[in-house]
T-cell receptor, first 114, second 113 residues
Framework: AQSVAQPEDQVNVAEGNPLTVKCTYSVSGNPYLFWYVQYPNRGLQFLLKYITGDNLVKGSYGFEAEFNKSQTSFHLKKPSALVSDSALYFCAVRANQAGTALIFGKGTTLSVSS | DAGVIQSPRHEVTEMGQEVTLRCKPISGHDYLFWYRQTMMRGLELLIYFNNNVPIDDSGMPEDRFSAKMPNASFSTLKIQPSEPRDSAVYFC???????????FGSGTRLTVV
C-alpha cells in the first residue's frame, strides 16, 4: 500500500527566511513523488516532481525538493520565503507501476509573515 | 488550453436529491481522476479512468456514488441520494501518462443541507 505523511499541519516562517515543508512516504518499489500547492478556493497546482535522476529537483516559483531514498523523504524547500508563498502544500506519491494513482498527504499550511 | 473544466463551481442541494458533477479533461490526456477534499480527511481518491475505462473505484465511499466516462472529453460523478456528509469539494484531474503530473480543475463545492 502507498502512503504519504506530512507531519506538520502548519509551518510559520518570516519573509526572507528559508522554509522547509516535510514529507515522508511509503511505497513498494521506486516512487514517483510530487508537490502541489493550493491557494484558497482554487484547485491544486503542480510545483515539481521526482521520477528518476538527480535527487535535487527544482520546480516552479523557486521551490526545490530533495529525494532521500534511505530516509524515504521528499522535503520541499525554498531559500527565501515570500508572503505570497502562503498557501496549502500537498505532497503526493505513487508507485512506479501500472494501475496506481497519486495518493496525497493531508497538507501543510505555510504561513509567511512580513 | 482552458485546462480541466468542472461544473458547477458551487452546488447546494437538499438531502435525498440527486447531484451530478461534471468534468472536461484536457484534450489528449488519457487519465482522469476524481478526488474529494474535506477538512477531516484531506484529499481522497474516489475513482480514476484510463482511456475512458474505470481502473480503480475502491475509493468510492458507497453505492450512492457512481462515475462514468462516456468519451474522452467528458466525465460525471453522481451522488444519489445525497447526504449532508457528502458535503465537500470535489476535484477532477487529468494527466497524460504514468509519470506525468496531474492538472486539476477548480473543483465543485458541494453542500448538502
Amino acid at each position: 500500500a502507498q502512503s504519504v505523511a506530512q507531519p506538520e499541519d502548519q509551518v510559520n516562517v518570516a519573509e526572507g527566511n528559508p522554509l522547509t515543508v516535510k514529507c515522508t512516504y511509503s511505497v513498494s518499489g521506486n516512487p514517483y513523488l510530487f508537490w502541489y500547492v493550493q491557494y484558497p478556493n482554487r484547485g491544486l497546482q503542480f510545483l515539481l516532481k521526482y521520477i528518476t535522476g538527480d535527487n535535487l529537483v527544482k520546480g516552479s516559483y523557486g521551490f526545490e525538493a530533495e529525494f532521500n531514498k534511505s530516509q524515504t523523504s521528499f522535503h520541499l524547500k525554498k531559500p527565501s520565503a515570500l508572503v505570497s508563498d502562503s498557501a496549502l502544500y500537498f505532497c503526493a506519491v505513487r508507485a512506479n507501476q501500472a494501475g496506481t494513482a497519486l495518493i496525497f498527504g493531508k497538507g501543510t499550511t505555510l504561513s509567511v509573515s512580513s | 488550453d482552458a485546462g480541466v473544466i468542472q461544473s458547477p463551481r458551487h452546488e447546494v442541494t437538499e438531502m435525498g436529491q440527486e447531484v451530478t458533477l461534471r468534468c472536461k479533461p484536457i484534450s489528449g490526456h488519457d487519465y482522469l481522476f476524481w478526488y474529494r477534499q474535506t477538512m477531516m480527511r484531506g484529499l481522497e481518491l474516489l475513482i480514476y479512468f484510463n482511456n475512458n475505462v474505470p481502473i480503480d473505484d475502491s475509493g468510492m465511499p458507497e453505492d450512492r456514488f457512481s462515475a462514468k466516462m462516456p468519451n474522452a472529453s467528458f466525465s460525471t460523478l453522481k451522488i444519489q441520494p445525497s447526504e449532508p456528509r457528502d458535503s465537500a469539494v470535489y476535484f477532477c484531474a487529468s494527466s497524460s501518462g504514468t509519470g506525468a503530473g496531474y492538472t486539476f480543475g477548480s473543483g465543485t463545492r458541494l453542500t448538502v443541507v
